[in-house]
C-alpha cells in the first residue's frame, strides 16, 4: 500500500497510544509504560482552580450520558461515546507535551470542555434539529445534496449542531461566564471544517473576565487534530461491536479500517500508524484516510505555527505495515 505521502518504518523511540490510555516509551528492547501525562491537563487545571475543575468534573458526569445518544441516530457508527472523548484528551496531551505548563486554568478548562462537547450535535433530538438547522448557513449543501435526511445533515454538519447545542444548554453546564461559553462554542464547532485563520471566529488572545487570555486558534486545533487521528481499533470495540450484525456495507467498512489499524504513534516529527494491510479494500479506505489526516494536519500546523505563540511539531502522517 502506498498512500501519499508513502510508507516507511521508523525505529526512532516513540509515543504510541495503548488501549489503557497510557504512553510506551519505547527504546531499543526496553518498553516502559509511562501513566505521567494520562490525565495531565486535568490534574494541571485542578492544581491552578479547584473551582473550575469543579465545574468541569461535573459538566463530565452530565455528559457521559449525552454522548451516548448519538446511537439514537448512528446506531452502526464507530464510537462517538466519552470514550472517544477521552482518545481525544489523550492525544491532546501527547500534543501539547511540554508546552503545558504555558497553558493558563482558563484554556485547559475550555479545551477539555471543547473536547467533551465537540460530538454533542451527533445526538440531538428532532426538535433541536430543526431549531438548529434555522440558524446555520448551509451554502450550496442542498443543491449538492437535494433530499438530504436529518442523518444526513447532522453527519455532514454536526460540528455547527454541537455548538449550538452548547448555546442552547449552557445554563444547564453552569458555564463561570459568556466569554467560557463562546470559547467552547469555537472550539466544539472548530473541530472541523470552519476557518481556524479567522481572527473573528478564532482570535489568538481572547480576553477572559480575570484578564487572562485564551488561544483559540490553538485549543480548536488540538481539538480538530486529536478528533481526527483517532483511528485505531479502539474506535470499534469488540466488545461494543459485533461486525456481523452491522449491514451498512460502508459503516462496516470504517469498523474493519478501524480495526486494522493496530496502532498509533505519536512521534515530536510525525504520526505513524501500525497497519494491518492484507485486506486490498480496507487498504483504498485506509490512504483516503491517511490523505485526510495529512490535510488536517498542515492545516492545524498553519494556524497553530502560524498564528500562535504556540507549536504543533508533527508534519507528516506515516504508515508502517505488518
Do not use: W
Amino acid at each position: 500500500m502506498l498512500c501519499e505521502k508513502g510508507s516507511r518504518i521508523d525505529n526512532k523511540a516513540s509515543f504510541c497510544y495503548t488501549p489503557a490510555g497510557r504512553s510506551v516509551v519505547k527504546a531499543g528492547e526496553k518498553t516502559v509504560l509511562d501513566d505521567s501525562n494520562s490525565f495531565a491537563l486535568e490534574y494541571r487545571l485542578r492544581e491552578l482552580d479547584g473551582g473550575l475543575h469543579k465545574r468541569f468534573t461535573d459538566c463530565v458526569f452530565a455528559l457521559q450520558r449525552i454522548l451516548s445518544n448519538y446511537k439514537l441516530i448512528f446506531p452502526e457508527y464507530t464510537d462517538h461515546t466519552e470514550l472517544h472523548t477521552i482518545t481525544v484528551i489523550q492525544f491532546c496531551n501527547k500534543l501539547i507535551g511540554d508546552q503545558l505548563s504555558r497553558l493558563n486554568r482558563n484554556e485547559l478548562y475550555v479545551l477539555l470542555l471543547g473536547c467533551y462537547f465537540h460530538d454533542t450535535g451527533m445526538g440531538i433530538t428532532e426538535k433541536d434539529f430543526e431549531a438548529f438547522s434555522r440558524q446555520i448557513d448551509f451554502g450550496d449543501y442542498f443543491e449538492k445534496h437535494p433530499g438530504a435526511s436529518m442523518s444526513e445533515q447532522i453527519r455532514d454538519f454536526h460540528n455547527e449542531y454541537s455548538g449550538l447545542f452548547v448555546r442552547k444548554y449552557a445554563e444547564l453546564f453552569e458555564f463561570p461566564s459568556k466569554a467560557h461559553l463562546d470559547a467552547v462554542f469555537q472550539i466544539s464547532r472548530g473541530h472541523r471544517k470552519t476557518d481556524l485563520m479567522d481572527e473573528n471566529s478564532y482570535p489568538a488572545a481572547m480576553a477572559m473576565p480575570d484578564g487572562e487570555k485564551v488561544c483559540l486558534p490553538y485549543l480548536a486545533s488540538l481539538v480538530r487534530l486529536a478528533d481526527e487521528i483517532d483511528v485505531t481499533a479502539e474506535r470499534s470495540p469488540v466488545l461494543l461491536y459485533d461486525l456481523g450484525s452491522i449491514s451498512n456495507d460502508l459503516q462496516l467498512l470504517h469498523h474493519k479500517m478501524h480495526r486494522a489499524v493496530r496502532e498509533l504513534r505519536i512521534e515530536k516529527d510525525a504520526f505513524t500508524l501500525t497497519v494491518d494491510g492484507n485486506d486490498p479494500v480496507v487498504n483504498d479506505l485506509l490512504c483516503k484516510t491517511v490523505v485526510k489526516m495529512q490535510k488536517t494536519l498542515d492545516i492545524c500546523r498553519q494556524a497553530v505555527n502560524g498564528r500562535t505563540p504556540f507549536e504543533i511539531t508533527q508534519r507528516e502522517v506515516k504508515v508502517c505495515l505488518i
